[in-house]
């Protein structure tokens, strides 16, 4: 098995404990970081607003270095391909991200999907997916929506 190989598995594993008391700054980072990867690659079509959209959200949400963003970023995109749900994800950030951090995620989120030429329709669904196993309410969904929306 390669050292990567390894490294996902470790990775993997630490997303599926259920006895883990508190996760590290960088298990939480790296599964906000992997939601905001599966709403870039929903529709199937990554641009450079998107990824610029991207590192824009991740600065604000855990105020990195650049070194730092262009990383979690290429591990957030591999933990993303080799992922086959998003619980793995929003377990861990239901778990111990507040209320305002999740709606600040999701807000993010939509952020990325309207990066684009618009709003997908699998951008809104993945989004409406990841809002839901967040226990975050419909309203908050609409309002980060809302406020995520461009001005025109």
């Known amino acids: 098995m390669s050292k990567k190989a390894q490294m996902l598995k470790k990775l993997l ?3 599926t404990e259920d006895n883990q008391p508190a996760a590290d700054k960088h ?9 905001l990867v599966e709403v ?14 991207l590192s824009q959200v991740l600065d604000e949400l855990f105020q990195l270095t650049a070194n730092e963003i262009s990383e979690l970023l290429q591990q957030a995109e591999h933990v993303s391909e080799q992922a086959s749900d ?4 929003t377990d861990v950030v239901h778990k111990h ?5 999740k709606f600040d995620l999701l ?4 952020r990325i999907a309207y990066a684009s030429a618009g709003i997908d329709k699998y951008e809104e669904h993945i989004i409406r997916r990841i809002a839901e196993l967040l ?3 419909h309203s908050e969904f609409i309002r980060a929506k ?6 025109l």
């Open 13 to 15: 594993k630490r997303f």
């Open 27 to 35: 298990t939480l980072d790296l599964s906000a970081a992997a939601l």
């Open 40 to 53: 870039m690659r929903a529709d199937h079509s990554i641009d450079a607003d998107e990824q610029h959209e």
């Open 86 to 89: 998003l619980f793995q994800f």
């Open 97 to 101: 991200f507040s209320t305002e951090q």
């Open 107 to 110: 807000t993010g989120l939509w």
């Open 135 to 137: 226990y975050m309410p």
């Open 146 to 151: 809302l406020i995520a929306r461009p001005e």
